[in-house]
């Protein structure tokens, strides 16, 4: 598996191509991925990166989640998601950081 990013669906449109045909596409939010955690064969027994989509108010997440998300320096979150990677891949992530649509 590959690293991907966490999104929500914003609504549709269309676009129109050189021949004047319609052709509809899904919107969607892929902004504030945060990368809250990365895990390794060392200390987890495998490879992933576990990231953190949407804003959430610190008083309607747990103890447990936003301490979390506290020592990566993440803002809480409304979802957190984790990919499965290649160990390769891990060298140029660190936590804290941010992805974007750009690394595709």
Do not use: C
Not at 14 to 34: C, E, Q
Not at 51 to 79: D, T
Request: proline content about 3%; hydrophobic content about 45%; overall charge positive.
């Amino acid at each position: 598996m590959s690293l991907g990013l966490v999104g929500r669906k914003v609504g549709m449109t269309r676009i129109f191509a050189d021949d004047g045909t319609a052709v509809p596409v899904t919107v969607l939010d892929m902004s504030d991925n945060r990368i809250t955690q990365i895990k390794t064969v060392e200390s987890d027994g495998y490879t992933a990166v576990q990231v953190a989509f949407g804003k959430r108010r610190a008083s309607r997440i747990n103890k447990a989640v936003g301490g979390h998300l506290a020592k990566a320096g993440v803002a809480p979150a409304s979802l957190l998601k984790e990919f499965t990677v290649k160990p390769e891949a891990l060298a140029e992530l660190k936590v804290g950081g941010a992805l974007s649509v750009e690394m595709f």
